[in-house]
T-cell receptor, first 111, second 114 residues
Framework: KQEVTQIPAALSVPEGENLVLNCSFT??????LQWFRQDPGKGLTSLLL?????REQTSGRLNASLDKSSGRSTLYIAASQPGDSATYLC??????????FGRGTSLIVHP | DTGVSQDPRHKITKRGQNVTFRCDPI?????LYWYRQTLGQGPEFLTY????????KSRLLSDRFSAERPKGSFSTLEIQRTEQGDSAMYLC????????????FGPGTRLTVL
């Protein structure tokens, strides 16, 4: 069974900081990895999808990297804002089309 | 709105009752997924369809859970004889053709079993 681990489980930072969220996976045959944001009581919003053949993807202040050899992905958030406060989840896709999710990192950005 | 929609958004029921949830995927997507999410956890995969074919259902939580996608468009998830432990958020996601399998989620249905 594949496992996905996200560290830290929770993070509180002042506005303006750059921060890194970590995602580790055990699937050596990963096909792609997707990062999501979830606000309380809501569904998941897709942020970035990075293919196994790619090293990184960028969208605005977000940058996701993928290192298959070490089984790690990171989500970098530049110049954090209070509106970035949410839970961030990663999910890895192997070849089975069944994603495995981590438990998420709960982020609070305070003014 | 061309996103994934779910209905109802909230459901409160008494233990032992049956409930049914509906999911309408993004229209051009052929894969449809159901997940369960409890507090502090990531989504837990339940089942998925490619068009009308249910390709994986072994992870449905018990035989009280069933899902259908009769015409390859919308899907329903039914829970029979609900138990308090079924209280959770039930999420639906759809993904398009091709290998990317990028998932797009609906807003979820919050189930409370009293």
């Amino acid at each position: 069974k594949q496992e996905v681990t996200q560290i830290p489980a929770a993070l509180s930072v002042p506005e303006g900081e750059n921060l890194v969220l970590n995602c580790s996976f055990t699937d050596s045959a990963i096909y792609n990895l997707q990062w999501f944001r979830q606000d309380p009581g809501k569904g998941l919003t897709s942020l970035l999808l990075i293919q196994s053949s790619q090293r990184e993807q960028t969208s605005g202040r977000l940058n996701a990297s993928l290192d298959k050899s070490s089984g790690r992905s990171t989500l970098y958030i530049a110049a954090s804002q209070p509106g970035d406060s949410a839970t961030y989840l990663c999910a890895e896709n192997g070849g089975s089309y069944i994603p495995t999710f981590g438990r998420g990192t709960s982020l609070i950005v305070h003014p | 709105d061309t996103g994934v929609s779910q209905d109802p958004r909230h459901k409160i029921t008494k233990r032992g009752q049956n409930v049914t949830f509906r999911c309408d995927p993004i229209s051009e997507h052929n894969r449809l997924y159901w997940y369960r999410q409890t507090l502090g956890q990531g989504p837990e995969f339940l089942t998925y369809f490619q068009n009308e074919a249910q390709l994986e259902k072994s992870r449905l939580l018990s035989d009280r859970f069933s899902a259908e996608r009769p015409k390859g468009s919308f899907s329903t998830l039914e829970i029979q004889r609900t138990e308090q432990g079924d209280s959770a958020m039930y999420l639906c996601a759809s993904a398009g053709t091709g290998g990317y399998n990028e998932q797009f989620f609906g807003p979820g249905t919050r189930l409370t079993v009293l």
